[in-house]
């Protein structure tokens, strides 16, 4: 019963390497969010899903970034070409999708880009 | 732009002691406006939020907090801190649907 899954817990790529990360949301979460929150900062947006389709990317940093949701349950981050900058905890988030609604975070996924 | 401001990194304080961690935003319309703590290698976990209604809203685990408007802050308040309390804490506001801006959080330690 579970809450928000994320995998693999931990991630180290070499530079321009490409990395997959998933995102299990709570069963019948209609909205999901990813976020990125560096070393001692706080979480940052990156891009929003409601269901199957993505209705915000505007915090992607950059084009190396996709995310796809083409279900409307798991979604994948991926980061292509990887930089030492995307080094970083990636976090999901999911809720049912009312404008009151808690967002329920997964525990993370470090990435760490050597 | 819209902006989370919390101004201590660190905070320290004895077990039993009172708290207050702060946090100021900037947004232009009536904000909506959260408060998550997030433990060493965990999510984060929603505390509390004001949507609308009592600006003295309490939330889980003892924490409580204020809205004020004329101060644009929204500083939380625990009476009584327990060593468990000791984590990193995030002050945020809503800038869309669900969409939220994050300050950069406060280390609470609590000493014995």
């Known amino acids: 019963g579970a809450g928000v899954s994320q995998s693999p817990r931990y991630k180290v790529a070499k530079r321009g390497q490409d990395v997959a990360l998933r995102c299990d949301p709570i069963s019948g979460h209609v909205s999901l969010f990813w976020y990125q929150q560096a070393l001692g900062q706080g979480p940052e947006f990156l891009t929003y899903?409601?269901?199957?389709?993505?209705?915000?990317k505007s915090g992607l940093p950059s084009d190396r970034f996709f995310a796809e949701r083409p279900e409307g349950s798991v979604s994948t981050l991926k980061i292509q070409r990887t930089q030492q900058e995307d080094s970083a905890v990636y976090l999901c988030?999911?809720?049912?999708?009312?404008?009151?609604?808690?967002?329920?975070f997964g525990n993370g996924t470090r990435l760490t880009v050597t | 732009a819209q902006s989370v401001t919390q101004p201590d990194i660190h905070i320290t304080v004895s077990e039993g002691a009172s708290l207050e961690l702060r946090c100021n935003y900037s947004y232009g319309a009536t904000p909506y406006l959260f408060w998550y703590v997030q433990s060493p290698g965990q999510g984060l976990q929603l505390l509390l939020k004001?949507?609308?209604?009592?600006?003295l809203v309490q939330g889980i685990k003892g924490f409580e907090a204020e809205f004020k408007r004329s101060q644009s802050s929204f500083n939380l308040r625990k009476p009584s801190v327990h060593w468990s309390d000791a984590a990193e804490y995030f002050c945020?506001?809503?800038?869309?649907?669900?969409?939220?801006?994050f300050g950069t959080g406060t280390r609470l330690l609590v000493s014995p």
């Open positions: 004001y949507f609308s209604g009592d600006t």
């Open positions: 988030a999911s809720s049912v999708g009312q404008a009151n609604s808690p967002l329920h």
């Open positions: 945020a506001v809503a800038v869309g649907f669900q969409k939220l801006v």
């Open positions: 899903f409601q269901n199957e389709a993505q209705l915000d």
